[in-house]
């Protein structure tokens, strides 16, 4: 496997979605050079929560009406992932906990998708999370959403890249850089457009800016609490909350104007929490105009793309690295690779192609 005879293929981008496809190039036996201006612990992928949440993501805040099953595809790839990267996949599931029109609400909705729920009384709760708001009497759980650790991770996915014969190195690459590669080029930019010289259809995708809240002083929950406008999970040996969107933004800024509706969210969830010392860690999404990512073929031959993930990169990772990946080497991509297609939005799309 990836051996000196091997067709090489340049990624750029060491954010789960470039380790992660280029693990999976690797693992199909190409020599696989992985070049990234920020290290993956200090990009968008280093600083999420890492929930692998088809069923919260589908009921909160679904990027297209019919994504549930698309979301799944993703999350049931992660146990072999897991396996193969030797780490930790947490399955305890996740919570909603606040009001009750507003649990009504979404019970509804899981219902409506065929999703799974059960109640939890106020003594299960305050075991998961002391503290909890005593007007919320009850809460909904599903065991359809799991979760990874992201730092661990992505220091797992490199650590097995290089031990399959990869390289990955830190440099900034411009179009110019990549003008005559040796091989394939797959583009895992995340927000940067930086590229879109080279793949007109990186100019489609918008970020949004996300600030995530973390504390080491205060228990973290033992499974994932979702309340209205905040989530809660234990990360890092610490607490972490999030999240804000923040549409159009590229700076990595602690905006603490940007924050007060998720400070607002966990005051009123969680009345005893401290309010002040919270670390604030920043990453940018990109969201393409479907809010689902680009995976596979770019208009430009010999490039591919791996982006736009907007808020579930850690979810769809193993199923953008299997797509991508069976665009390089020429296979089917299965089911969902026509609904990823970076083509899916021409004519029009980006600058015209000289
Ligand atoms: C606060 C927050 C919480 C989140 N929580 C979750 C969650 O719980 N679950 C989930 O599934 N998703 C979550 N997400 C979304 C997820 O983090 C992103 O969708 C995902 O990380 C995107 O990964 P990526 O690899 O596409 O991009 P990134 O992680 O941004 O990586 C991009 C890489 O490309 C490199 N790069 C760009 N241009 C160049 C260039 N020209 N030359 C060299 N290198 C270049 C960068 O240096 C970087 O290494 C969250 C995001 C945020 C911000």
Redo the contacts with the bound molecule.
């Keep these: 496997m990836g051996g000196s005879g091997a067709a090489s293929v340049i990624v750029?981008?060491?954010?789960?979605?470039?380790l992660a496809t280029g693990l999976a190039l690797a693992e199909a036996g190409l020599k696989v050079r992985l070049?990234?201006?920020?290290a993956?612990g200090l990009?968008?992928?280093?600083?999420?929560?890492?929930?692998?949440?088809p069923a919260f993501e589908s009921v909160l805040d679904p990027p297209s009406p019919d994504s549930l099953g698309l979301l799944a595809a993703g999350r049931d790839l992660w146990p072999d992932l897991a396996g193969r990267l030797g780490v930790a996949l947490d399955r305890s599931g996740a919570a909603a906990v606040g009001p009750d029109d507003w649990l009504g609400d979404l019970q509804a909705r899981f219902a409506h998708l065929g999703l799974e729920t059960r109640e939890a009384g106020r003594a299960e709760m305050e075991a998961w999370t002391p503290g909890l708001a005593p007007r919320f009497r009850r809460a909904l759980v599903t065991l359809e959403d799991w979760r990874i650790e992201p730092q661990e991770a992505l220091a797992a996915m490199a650590a097995r890249l290089r031990d399959l014969g990869g390289a990955v190195e830190a440099?900034?690459?411009?179009a110019r850089d990549l003008a005559d590669p040796p091989g394939p080029v797959v583009l895992?930019?995340?927000?940067?457009r930086?590229?879109a010289a080279l793949a007109p259809e990186l100019a489609l995708l918008s970020p949004i800016k996300?600030?995530?809240l973390w504390r080491a002083d205060q228990r973290p929950p033992s499974r994932v609490i979702r309340a209205p406008g905040a989530y809660l999970l234990g990360s890092g040996g610490g607490l972490l909350a999030?999240?804000t969107m923040e549409a159009g933004r590229t700076d990595l800024r602690s905006d603490p104007q940007a924050q007060a509706g998720l400070r607002a969210a966990l005051s009123d969830a969680f009345p005893e929490m401290p309010t002040g010392d919270w670390v604030t860690r920043v990453?940018?999404?990109?969201a393409s105009p479907d809010g689902l990512p680009l995976a596979g073929a770019s208009r430009r031959p010999g490039v591919f793309l791996?982006?736009g993930?907007?808020?579930?990169?850690?979810?769809?990772a193993p199923l953008v690295a299997k797509i991508v990946t069976a665009a390089v080497t020429g296979e089917d991509g299965g089911r969902w690779a026509p609904r990823l297609d970076p083509s899916r939005f021409a004519p029009g799309a980006g600058e015209v192609l000289a």
């Design positions: 750029v981008g060491a954010g789960v979605f470039g070049v990234a201006e920020t993956s990009t968008a992928s280093g600083v999420a929560a890492g929930m692998l949440a440099g900034a690459l411009a895992a930019t995340g927000a940067d930086r590229l996300g600030q995530i999030g999240a990453g940018v999404r990109a791996a982006a993930a907007r808020r579930n990169g850690w979810l769809l």
